[in-house]
C-alpha cells in the first residue's frame, strides 16, 4: 500500500477516535446533568411536633428550574402505608425565571385514618418535578418526618385559687400542664396571653399574667387553653372576678398652631402614611391611623420578651409627677367645633418640668430606643414573661437597645415629641402589647397580692 494512503487512515482513524471522545464527554455530561438535576426543595410552613385526633399540615416545594409535576403525601405506621389527600396551590409572583413553588396543605389525624393508633409514625411527602433526572434520583424529592401520635388532650390542673380582676388591669394565674404540651396560657374574647415556664428546672409549672383590657365585656369568659405537640386542645376553667371600672372622658380642641408643630416631623419621619394634601386631614391620618400602626408595632415587639421576670421590686412612677391624663381616657377631638376624631388614650401622662429626668420604672432590657411615630424619641423596656414599658415624647435617649437598665437608672428627658401638646412623659404599660392600667404595677400591695406571693408559693 502506498504510504500517502497509509497516512491518510491513520489521520482518519486518529480523527474518528476525537470525535468519539468529543461525544462520549457530551453524552457523559448530558447524564450527569439528567441524573444529577437537582430536586425540589421542601420546607414545612410550621414546626410540626406531632400528630393527633386532626392536624392541619402545610409544606412548601420550590424547584428553581423546573416545574413540580407531582406531591405525594404519606403516612405511614407498623407497616401499613396510608394515602393522605392533599390540596396543592401554586404560588403565583417572583421574579422572572425565579422557579416553581407550590403550597400543600393537608389534614391528617385519627379522624382521617381511623386505623391509626397512639404512638409513633412517619409522614411522608414526596415532589417530582418535570425534569429528565426524575426517572432516575435527580428530580424526586423525599421529606421523612418521625412524629409522636397522641389522641389524649393536654391536661391542665389549676393551682392558685382567687383571681380578682379591675376591669383594663391584669391577674396572674399559676396551673400544672401534662408532658408533651407545647402552647398555653389564657384567652380572654380574642386576646391571647402565653404563659411562662415558673421555674427553669420545671416547664411543667407554668404562669400567666392575663388583662382583662379596658374595651372588653367584663361578662367575657376566660380560660386556660393548651396544646400539645399533636395539635390537641384543651380549655379549662378557673375561678376569677372582674370588676367593672369606668374611665374618664375628655374633649381635646386642636389647633392650627398645634397642627403646624407636630404634623410635618410626624410625616418626615413615616413611610406608613401619605401625605392627605390638607393639615388637618394629616393630622386625623396620624392621629387614627399611625396610631393602629404603632399598636401593631407595639405587638410586634412584645414577641421579644424574655422567658422570666427580670424585675422584683414594684414599678415606679415618675417622680413628683402631675398626672395630665390618665389609662383609657376617652377622648373627643374638636377642631373650629366639630369633631374630627374620637381615640382612646392608653397610658399616662406624666409633667414635672421642661426636661425632667426620665428613669426605668423597674429592672429590665431596653428593646427599642428611637423615633416611634406618635410617641416622638421613644424608650421600650422589656421586663419579662410579655410585661413591658413605654416612655414617649422624650427629647432623647440615653440607652440603646439590648442594654440592660436599672430601675431608677436614667433613660433619657421628657419633651414633646411626637403627637405631644407639650411637655411631658408618656408612660404605658404592655403586657403581650396590650395596653394595661400602670396604676397597678405602682401598687406595692397588688404587686404582693396578685404576683409575688403566688410566685413564692409555686416556686418552691
Request: glycine share 8%; hydrophobic share 40%.
Amino acid at each position: 500500500m502506498p504510504q500517502a494512503s497509509r497516512s491518510n487512515e491513520r489521520g482518519i482513524g486518529k480523527a474518528s477516535l476525537v470525535t468519539l471522545v468529543v461525544i462520549l464527554l457530551i453524552i457523559i455530561g448530558v447524564s450527569f446533568k439528567l441524573f444529577s438535576n437537582p430536586a425540589p426543595t421542601i420546607k414545612p410552613a410550621k414546626n410540626l411536633r406531632g400528630i393527633g385526633l386532626s392536624r392541619a399540615i402545610e409544606f412548601t416545594v420550590h424547584d428553581p428550574s423546573y416545574r413540580i409535576t407531582a406531591v405525594r403525601v404519606e403516612l405511614q405506621q407498623n407497616g401499613q402505608t396510608f394515602r393522605v389527600p392533599a390540596t396543592v396551590r401554586e404560588i403565583a409572583g417572583g421574579p422572572k425565571n425565579s422557579g416553581h413553588t407550590v403550597e400543600v396543605s393537608a389534614q391528617v389525624g385519627r379522624r382521617e385514618i381511623p386505623q391509626l393508633r397512639a404512638g409513633r409514625a412517619t409522614l411522608i411527602l414526596t415532589a417530582l418535578n418535570n425534569s429528565w433526572g426524575r426517572l432516575f434520583r435527580g428530580g424526586k424529592a423525599v421529606l421523612a418526618l418521625n412524629l409522636p401520635v397522641r389522641f389524649m388532650p393536654p391536661q391542665v390542673e389549676v393551682l392558685t385559687t382567687q383571681h380578682y380582676i379591675n376591669l383594663g388591669g391584669c391577674g396572674m394565674v399559676v396551673f400544672n400542664t401534662s408532658p408533651g404540651t407545647v402552647r398555653s396560657g389564657v384567652e380572654v374574647g380574642k386576646y391571647y396571653f402565653p404563659s411562662w415556664p415558673v421555674s427553669e428546672s420545671d416547664t411543667q409549672r407554668r404562669l400567666c399574667v392575663f388583662a382583662f383590657p379596658y374595651n372588653v365585656d367584663p361578662n367575657t369568659p376566660a380560660r386556660i387553653v393548651a396544646e400539645d405537640d399533636a395539635g390537641n386542645q384543651t380549655l379549662a376553667n378557673f375561678d376569677y372576678k372582674v370588676f367593672p371600672k369606668k374611665f374618664h372622658s375628655s374633649t381635646l380642641e386642636i389647633t392650627d398652631s398645634f397642627m403646624q408643630r407636630v404634623v410635618p416631623p410626624i410625616l418626615s419621619q413615616t413611610s406608613d402614611i401619605q401625605d392627605q394634601g390638607s393639615l388637618l386631614k394629616n393630622y386625623v391620618e396620624i392621629n387614627r391611623n399611625l396610631r393602629l400602626v404603632d399598636k401593631q408595632r407595639l405587638i410586634q415587639f412584645s414577641k421579644q420578651t424574655n422567658p422570666k421576670f427580670l424585675w422584683r421590686q414594684p414599678f415606679i412612677q415618675l417622680r413628683n409627677s402631675k398626672v395630665e391624663s390618665s389609662f383609657a381616657d376617652f377622648r373627643t377631638y374638636t377642631y373650629n367645633g366639630q369633631v374630627i376624631d374620637h381615640e382612646v388614650h392608653l397610658g399616662f401622662d406624666l409633667a414635672v418640668v421642661a426636661h425632667t429626668p426620665v428613669v426605668a420604672a423597674n429592672d429590665g432590657q431596653v428593646i427599642f430606643a428611637g423615633w416611634f411615630d406618635i410617641f416622638g424619641n421613644a424608650v421600650l423596656i422589656d421586663h419579662g414573661c410579655g410585661l413591658q414599658s413605654l416612655y414617649g415624647h422624650l427629647a432623647s435617649s440615653i440607652v440603646k437597645p439590648g442594654e440592660l437598665v436599672k430601675r431608677g437608672q436614667l433613660i433619657g428627658y421628657s419633651d414633646s415629641t411626637g403627637l405631644a401638646g407639650g411637655d411631658h412623659l408618656h408612660f404605658a404599660i404592655l403586657l403581650d402589647g396590650v395596653p394595661v392600667n400602670p396604676e397597678e404595677w405602682w401598687d406595692p400591695h397588688w404587686i404582693h397580692d396578685r404576683i409575688t406571693a403566688k410566685l413564692q408559693e409555686y416556686q418552691k
